[in-house]
């Protein structure tokens, strides 16, 4: 384990960035840490000295009920996000440093967010999973995998309509499977193919996906092994033919040849956190745009391997949580035993309408006005029978006046309260936090409460999540997804669950209305089909499954030297 140091040293820590606090950490052979839990180098396929893949008997089904899984979510964030993966990994070591052994298993960040508005996506300070740099850029290769076998189903079905002899007669008219790149670029939403003459392929409109936006990225998420990803995989929707029958990618033959590209990435990966733990990241997918998970198999085999795993579910407890407790742990049969919610003082004063500019200003009437969407967060928490426990990820700004108004609000509501220091004394920061958690995990017999049936109508389910969740008063349709309503009935698809695409800014689909927006409309503008992810995806508002870059992008921040020290990498 390593120790912390610099306690005292507050103002030192708080001007090193997340890159230099990693450096200062000796990493552990990954094979010590695979030893933590039990697992001998003879199960590991090493890449390097620091990263290793687990093989996929570890997640199978385990039924042991003294197994917990912690579910770590947040407050509707400001844009810089307010801290989950950080309060997620300090919180799993503070389970390690209490006596229960616990393992964190966690998504790999994508290289839009890390060239784009985030920096780096692996926790911060002495909350870190390790390599950084390794897992921020192209760790193991999972993310490039996918994004290659999405592809070939896009090089096969536009293959088939240059075909003659072999032709599904697909009509290219209602191909909607995109392209993906792992890459916030703007200019490649919409695009045409073909170009080129009669050697070049039939002509069309498309465009392009971020590759955590796939449904090759979804279903990976949610395979069960190997056979249940070529099933998904060959469940896909393609599109229609010129007969008005479905094409799906088993049609086209492309399952066998989708997984081989995924053999590997199937694997979860096995790293260590700043503590010296053991953590387990796989699968990436948004929570925005999609489900907003790690994968099934991450979660399983961690389970396996510990008493304890806490995960955490991007952006807001109304998007990545949600989805993580009606898709994927509906799917799979897990139940988290305790719930955490992450806020910072900033969050609420943004949601009580403080400027950007001005967060860092101590101002607890400001707080005082956000705490309504804190209120709304911790009731949709209670709709699925959980219990949830607030914890305030603490900057170095926090005022003792708002961290004291906080923790009387949270007194009254009747919710456990804890302030994390994790960033700053990684575990040992958040020591209190573990312990209520463990409480709460220990004495939890209940399964979660799902919000609504995947058997019920499609429309239905939208209205569930969009009045209980967001707090919608109504939901408008498009002419275009009142007709992807009619095609989700022809497919006889009517019985998956709903994955909406929103802004994370906000609980409604206007990124503008902040706080907790009362009398709003949820426009449903489209409903994209993700049949063998198994989920619907109604898009609503303004929200793009391609991200732009900002206009001051991390990417120009960031460099490496001619020793092949990297920097600007947050």
């Not at 093989?55 to 810089?80: R, Y």
């Not at 503070?94 to 692996?122: C, D, W, Y």
């Not at 733990?277 to 907003?292: D, E, K, L, V, Y």
């Amino acid at each position: 384990m390593v120790l912390i140091h610099d306690y005292d040293h507050n103002e030192y820590i708080s001007r090193m960035n997340d890159i230099d606090i990693a450096r200062k950490i000796s990493l552990k052979p990954i094979t010590e840490i695979a030893a933590q839990v039990g697992l001998t180098s003879d199960q590991l396929e090493l890449y390097g000295k620091y990263k290793a893949k687990l093989p996929l008997e570890l997640s199978h089904k385990n039924g042991d009920p003294k197994k917990k899984l912690v579910l770590v979510s947040a407050i509707s964030p400001t844009p810089a996000g307010e801290g989950k993966t950080t309060t997620s990994i300090g919180l799993s070591d503070a389970l390690n440093l209490i006596g229960h052994q616990s393992i964190v298993v966690l998504r790999e960040p994508s290289l839009g967010p890390v060239f784009g508005m985030k920096g780096g996506a692996t926790g911060g300070g002495y909350a870190q999973v390790l390599p950084m740099e390794d897992i921020n850029l192209h760790f193991t290769g999972d993310f490039s995998a996918i994004e290659k076998a999405h592809n070939l189903l896009a090089a096969l079905i536009d293959n088939n309509i240059q075909s003659k002899g072999r032709s599904l007669g697909i009509d290219p008219r209602t191909v909607l499977w995109k392209r993906v790149i792992d890459m916030n670029d703007r200019a490649l939403r919409h695009t045409i193919v073909g170009l080129g003459g009669n050697t070049g392929g039939m002509p069309r409109e498309t465009g392009f996906d971020i590759t955590a936006a796939s449904e090759v990225m979804a279903i990976l998420c949610l395979a069960e092994d190997l056979s249940d990803l070529k099933r998904r995989l060959g469940n896909i929707f393609v599109g229609y033919n010129f007969d008005k029958k479905p094409v799906y990618a088993r049609d086209l033959n492309a399952p066998g040849a989708m997984a081989t590209l995924l053999k590997d990435a199937l694997k979860p990966n096995l790293v260590q956190t700043a503590g010296g733990f053991p953590a387990i990241i796989h699968g990436g997918p948004f929570a925005n745009i999609a489900q907003g998970t790690n994968t099934v198999i991450a979660t399983r085999t961690g389970l396996n391997l510990s008493e304890y795993v806490v995960t955490e579910a991007g952006f807001g407890f109304d998007l990545g949580a949600e989805k993580f407790l009606d898709i994927k742990c509906v799917s799979s049969g897990l139940s988290p035993k305790a719930a955490v919610l992450v806020a910072t003082t900033r969050a609420i004063k943004y949601h009580g309408g403080v400027s950007l500019q001005e967060l860092k200003v101590p101002n607890v009437a400001g707080l005082m006005q956000g705490l309504p969407n804190l209120d709304k967060h911790i009731e949709n928490m209670f709709k699925f029978g959980l219990k949830p426990v607030v914890a305030i990820n603490h900057f170095t700004t926090d005022s003792e006046g708002e961290i004291e108004a906080l923790e009387k609000h949270c007194q009254a509501l009747g919710v456990p309260f804890a302030v994390s220091k994790v960033w700053e004394k990684g575990g040992h920061g958040a020591l209190k936090l573990a312990e209520i958690v463990a409480e709460i995990a220990e004495s939890n017999e209940e399964p979660f409460t799902p919000l609504y049936r995947w058997d019920a109508p499609v429309k239905n389910k939208i209205e569930i999540i969009a009045k209980e969740i967001y707090g919608a008063n109504a939901i408008d349709y498009t002419s275009q997804a009142k007709s992807d309503l009619r095609k989700i009935d022809k497919l006889n698809l009517n019985h998956l669950p709903i994955c909406i695409a929103k802004t994370q800014k906000s609980l409604s689909d206007n990124p503008k209305l902040l706080g907790r927006p009362e009398n709003f409309v949820v426009t449903v503008r489209q409903i994209e089909i993700a049949s063998g992810a198994g989920f619907l995806i109604p898009i609503t508002g303004d929200i793009m499954r391609m991200p732009g870059l900002p206009e001051l992008p991390a990417a120009e921040n960031i460099d490496i030297d001619n020793e092949g020290v990297i920097t600007g990498l947050f």
